[in-house]
């Protein structure tokens, strides 16, 4: 599929995760939607609070307490505007959802169907012809969490024929996944010049990192086709998983570092009568039994098996508590500083019988969610 071509019948609905994520990803394609008479909307996940060096630096202060952060964020919300006024947009059409900064992946794992809930009315009142929303590959928590959130959005309460494209966009990791499936939106100079001021408008974060941010004008936007087949991923551990009804084996290889303590998999995706299930393990490092938790209740949800070492190993999970006919979703969580190592990875339906004996056994079919 191609990237769309904007005209004065579409609207155009953007989710950031926080105050910046407009410019960086989509500078370029919203003034496209502007200058075609669009009509467009942006919502944002968070406020961007917690970006605490940027506030010591600028406000000469160490210690950071609540009122400080509520007010980092309600300055970081005025950047925002300013730089889609450059971009062509006003302030009625943006709302913040003040969802927790650094915290996005955490409301994920906890019940959270009210904000999933939330996600959808917004979609639905609005009724978009096109989704800008971040992929499940970005490496910021905050990024990917949103996107699952939104993705459970689309499928718990859109209706199943919505004439809804769904474009994702990348801003944090070099995702081979993504790079895959990507498409180039072309950009001419006076856009990547507008683009430019739009992002320094984002005064608290070009204050540490200007070169770096600006940088994201240089480059072309890509976008991947959320409706697009799915490709082979080459992010985080998974070398090959083979699913089956009621056990998901994974091969993985942590070759970018061993396994270190308090390294997490977590498994997301909906139990028989339609609810979401999240469980988390941790991985002990070494051949041992697996204990997969509840992230709501905290009792064992089932148990499976980790064989291998701190480098390599087959991983066992059991699937029981999930549908065989919905996708899963899966991530460990390596963080460096608050940066995964990979974002989601999404693990198809499991095909009928009758399908998978007419099918080789799947090996890398994971796909971004």
Same mark, same amino acid.
């Given at each position: 599929?191609h990237?769309?071509?904007l005209d004065? =019948?579409s609207r155009?609905?953007?989710?950031?995760?926080?105050?910046?994520?407009?410019?960086?990803?989509?500078? #370029?394609?919203?003034q496209h939607?502007?200058?075609?008479?669009a009509?467009?909307?942006v919502?944002?996940g968070?406020?961007?609070?917690? !970006?605490?060096?940027?506030?010591?630096?600028?406000?000469?202060k160490?210690?950071?307490?609540?009122?400080d952060?509520?007010?980092?964020g309600?300055r970081?919300q005025a950047?925002?505007?300013?730089?889609l006024?450059i /971009?062509?947009i006003p *302030?009625?059409?943006?709302e913040f959802?003040?969802?927790p900064?650094?915290? #996005?992946?955490?409301?994920?794992?906890?019940?959270?169907r009210?904000?999933?809930r939330l996600l959808?009315?917004?979609i639905?009142s609005?009724?978009p012809?096109?989704?800008?929303?971040p992929?499940a590959?970005?490496?910021?928590?905050?990024?990917?969490?949103?996107a699952?959130? /939104?993705r459970?959005?689309?499928?718990?309460? /859109?209706?199943?024929?919505?004439?809804?494209q769904?474009?994702?966009?990348?801003?944090?990791?070099?995702?081979?996944?993504?790079?895959q499936?990507?498409?180039?939106f072309?950009?001419s100079l006076?856009?990547t010049? @507008?683009?430019?001021? @739009?992002?320094?408008?984002?005064?608290?974060?070009?204050a540490?990192s200007?070169r770096r941010?600006?940088?994201?004008?240089?480059?072309?936007e890509?976008?991947?086709?959320? !409706?697009?087949?799915?490709?082979?991923?080459?992010?985080g551990?998974?070398?090959?998983f083979?699913?089956e009804p !009621?056990r998901?084996?994974?091969?993985?290889a942590?070759?970018?570092?061993?396994?270190?303590?308090?390294?997490?998999?977590? /498994?997301?995706?909906?139990?028989?009568?339609?609810?979401?299930?999240?469980?988390?393990?941790?991985?002990p $490092?070494r051949?041992?039994?697996?204990?997969?938790?509840?992230?709501?209740t905290g009792?064992i *949800?089932?148990v499976?098996a980790?064989?291998?070492?701190a480098? =390599? *190993?087959?991983?066992?999970l059991?699937?029981? !508590?999930f549908?065989?006919?919905?996708?899963?979703?899966?991530?460990f969580?390596?963080?460096?500083?608050?940066?995964d190592?990979?974002?989601?990875?999404?693990? $198809?339906?499991?095909?009928?019988?009758? #399908?998978?004996?007419?099918?080789p056994a799947?090996?890398?079919e994971?796909a971004v969610a």
């Amino acid at each position: 599929m191609h990237l769309p071509l904007l005209d004065s =019948r579409s609207r155009v609905l953007m989710f950031a995760p926080h105050p910046d994520d407009e410019s960086l990803a989509a500078g #370029v394609f919203l003034q496209h939607a502007v200058a075609a008479g669009a009509e467009v909307r942006v919502i944002y996940g968070t406020d961007g609070e917690k !970006n605490g060096w940027p506030q010591r630096l600028l406000e000469r202060k160490i210690r950071i307490r609540e009122t400080d952060r509520r007010r980092w964020g309600a300055r970081r919300q005025a950047e925002a505007l300013a730089a889609l006024a450059i /971009l062509g947009i006003p *302030a009625e059409r943006v709302e913040f959802l003040s969802l927790p900064d650094q915290g #996005v992946t955490d409301l994920l794992l906890r019940a959270c169907r009210e904000t999933v809930r939330l996600l959808a009315d917004r979609i639905i009142s609005w009724h978009p012809t096109h989704l800008l929303v971040p992929s499940a590959s970005d490496t910021h928590p905050d990024h990917s969490g949103l996107a699952l959130l /939104l993705r459970l959005a689309f499928d718990d309460f /859109l209706p199943r024929r919505h004439q809804i494209q769904r474009l994702e966009y990348l801003v944090h990791g070099a995702s081979a996944t993504f790079a895959q499936m990507a498409r180039d939106f072309p950009q001419s100079l006076i856009e990547t010049r @507008a683009k430019q001021r @739009a992002i320094a408008r984002h005064v608290t974060q070009v204050a540490l990192s200007r070169r770096r941010f600006l940088a994201y004008a240089k480059r072309p936007e890509r976008f991947v086709i959320g !409706n697009d087949s799915s490709a082979p991923i080459s992010d985080g551990p998974v070398e090959s998983f083979e699913r089956e009804p !009621n056990r998901l084996r994974l091969q993985v290889a942590f070759a970018i570092k061993p396994l270190r303590e308090e390294t997490f998999l977590f /498994l997301i995706g909906h139990d028989p009568g339609g609810d979401v299930r999240r469980l988390r393990a941790t991985l002990p $490092g070494r051949t041992a039994r697996l204990d997969l938790i509840d992230c709501e209740t905290g009792v064992i *949800a089932g148990v499976g098996a980790y064989r291998g070492d701190a480098f =390599r *190993a087959q991983i066992t999970l059991p699937t029981h !508590n999930f549908a065989p006919d919905k996708a899963l979703h899966l991530k460990f969580d390596r963080r460096v500083w608050f940066f995964d190592e990979a974002g989601w990875a999404e693990i $198809g339906p499991l095909l009928p019988e009758s #399908v998978r004996r007419s099918r080789p056994a799947p090996t890398r079919e994971l796909a971004v969610a």
